[in-house]
């Protein structure tokens, strides 16, 4: 029925806009137009139709790509979980005043709160400016082992 008024329309268009001195028959003109009016119709349909598609599929994916992100996503959670399993493999290899101090710091310990570095040397018996001094000798060799590791050089 849609396509029936609009050719109508067409139709009527084709009469306003017929000219008889160019020679050309009315009926060829008139199925001329409506024939073009119909493609131009059916092209702007299948393109509403596609960005449509297009649209309902980013909407979906940006969804899923809010949950995701919210979940922190499952390869992002495996990496994570691997990259946790690593740096306990490693800080186990440090002497156990430096492993203390490093979890105990940085909250490393399951259900334990990162410690401050003044409330580190009230638990060990020293003074802020010496943990601060552990903590830097811990790091650098926490970082050597990982380079050891790894394969990689030290950097300057």
């Known amino acids: 029925m849609e396509m029936v008024s609009d050719a ?6 084709a009469v306003d806009l ?8 009315f009926a060829t003109y008139a199925s001329f137009a409506i024939a073009k009016n119909f493609a131009r119709a059916r092209v702007e349909q299948i393109g509403r139709r596609e960005r449509r598609m ?63 570095l003044a409330q580190l040397g009230e638990k060990l018996g020293i003074t802020k400016a010496r943990v601060r001094q552990l903590e830097t000798r811990a790091l650098r060799k926490l970082r050597r082992l990982l380079e050891a590791r790894s394969g990689v050089g030290p950097h300057p």
């Open 18 to 25: 017929f000219d008889y001195a160019r020679g050309v028959k």
């Open 8 to 13: 109508s329309i067409w139709l009527m268009r």
């Open 54 to 116: 297009v649209t309902g599929q980013d909407e979906m994916l940006n969804r899923l790509g809010a949950r995701d992100d919210a979940a922190g996503g499952v390869p992002d959670q495996v990496e994570a979980l691997q990259l946790t399993d690593q740096l306990a493999q490693l800080i186990g290899r440090l002497p156990p005043r430096e492993r203390e101090l490093l979890t105990a710091h940085y909250g490393l310990n399951a259900g334990q709160p990162a410690l401050s």
